[in-house]
């Protein structure tokens, strides 16, 4: 999966508690680092988890939409520490909202959830479906 985070403290926490969980992560520091990576075309992830703010350049929306364009349909988890940012925007089935300050074990369920069958919410971006192994509520 790839993991774009321009804090590199959250990056490196991020990535080690997913690669703690099983999974392999790529990182990038911005969403113009991301980008390059997946032209690169040497792996294609399986997820992208986002921060929202990037800092200059492109910020967690923008990148999403250029990685769909690249990859349909990619599964997506934003990461933000400002929820509210998201609430006109329309979440796809596969996409999926962690709001910041978020326990590992948080992080993980929306990870797993998303591998799972490659989906998010569009129906309400604070809490996950409840047909997963247990119901995440997200903290604003």
Not at 11 to 26: I, K, P, Q, S, Y
Not at 45 to 70: C, I, S, W, Y
Not at 92 to 112: C, N
Request: net charge negative; hydrophobic share 45%.
């Amino acid at each position: 999966m790839l993991i774009v985070e321009d804090e590199p403290l959250i990056r490196m926490l991020v990535c080690d508690l997913l690669e703690e969980a099983g999974f392999a992560c790529t990182e990038a520091a911005s969403g113009e680092a991301a980008l390059r990576l997946l032209d690169q075309g040497r792996r294609r992830p399986n997820l992208l988890v986002t921060d929202f703010n990037l800092g200059p350049g492109l910020d967690g929306k923008m990148l999403a939409h250029e990685v769909q364009r690249r990859l349909p349909a990619l599964p997506t988890a934003f990461v933000t520490g400002n929820p509210e940012s998201f609430a006109d925007y329309p979440f796809q089935p596969w996409e999926a909202l962690l709001a910041k300050p978020f326990a590992g074990a948080e992080l993980v369920a929306v990870v797993r959830a998303l591998c799972a069958d490659g989906r998010g919410t569009n129906q309400s971006p604070w809490m996950m479906p409840s047909r997963w192994d247990q119901t995440v509520h997200l903290r604003a």
